[in-house]
Each structure stands twice: as C-alpha cells, then as structure tokens.
C-alpha cells in the first residue's frame, strides 16, 4: 500500500503552516526536514482535497507486491526504481498491522530472517490488529530501515522484495550504508512527488494564504 499512502500520507512530514514576522499564521510552501532541521521551499498554488473518504484511496499497492509490481506502479507516476526505493524509505516511520504480514508467517518465506519470523509470530498472537515497527526506530528517520531489509528484517513482503531482487538490492545496499545519501535521494523524490499532477478524481482546490 506504498504509492498512495505516500500521496496522501506524505503531509505528515511537511509543515505548511508558520507564522508571519506580524504573529499571523499564513499556509505557505515550506517544507520541514525534521530529520536535519533544514527547510526548502515548494511552488504556490497547490491544490487540496476538498474531503476525506476511504474510497478515494482503494488503488493502494498491495503489501505483498514484490519489486516488478513497484516498479511498474511508481514507473506510472514517472519514478525510476531508483526513486520507488527512495521514497520506500518513508517505512523508517511506523508500523505495521500483523493482517498485512501474517500470511508470511504461515508458510514462512524463505526471505524472511528465521529469528525475525518468530518475533512477527509473536506480535501476532495478539491479534491482526497487532503493530509490529517497520524498523528499531519507529519514530526516528534514519536509514535503519535498510538495514532491517539487508539482515532480511523487512517486515512486509513489499519491503523484503526491494532487497532480494536484482533490480533493486543495490539502491538499498547504497542507503544503508550511507544514511546522508538516502536523505539526499528521498528529498529529491519528495519533491517529484509533491508535484505530482491530477492524482485524484476527488474534487481539489487551491488554498490561498489570505
């Protein structure tokens, strides 16, 4: 469920609202890279939903797509693999629901770290419902993701996959090795993201600062 949870999720990581040097509030184009507290602009005039609804989202990749899957779907939004694996690296933050993993558990796959599975087994002994981190830092942004995904730590199949296929082993080798890189490349994706056009049938508008 990737792409488009990163399309209308990805806010989280973006703070469009700040304060004038008068006091005012003002929604303006800043984004805020909490990770290095650093701040670049985007361009005005973006449109916003005008709601919030379940079924605008159906088209969410599934969790058990494995990198040629990925690779086409973000290849339909413009994105290299290169780029898919980039923004993948928004799994740093978060968790997972064990419904969204379990059938890994019942036939173990075979990508799946033997120690690691047992762990994932354990979580979701409490139910579907259970969350298991997608990595040891589920609320930091950091590259630990990588790693977990090298050890064959990764939790949803969606993410084992970028690092068993030939396709895309290396990008992720190359992030988990160099978490400065990682940050470079998922900002840069970011921002192709961001300007993505006509993502949605929903009805948008622009939201002007007043």
Known sequence: MLFMKLLFTFIGFIILTFFNKDGTKSRLPN???A????????PKGRKDGTRSKIEDTMNLSSPNFNAS???KMFGQHGFS?????ALSGDHTIGVARCSSFKNRLTKVDSNLNSEFAKTLSRTCSDGN?????FDETRNDFDNLYFDALVSSNGVLTSDQTLFTSPRTRNFVNSYAQNQALFFLDFQQAKMSLLDIKEV???KL???AAK
Request: hydrophobic share 40%; proline share 3%.
């Open 200 to 202: 949605t049938r929903v």
């Open 205 to 207: 508008e622009i939201t």
């Open 35 to 42: 990770w290095r507290n650093e701040q670049a602009d985007i």
């Open 81 to 85: 693999a290169q780029e898919m694996v």
């Open 129 to 133: 419902n259970a969350e298991h981190p």
């Open 69 to 71: 899957h990925l690779i």
């Open 31 to 33: 984004i805020y890279y």
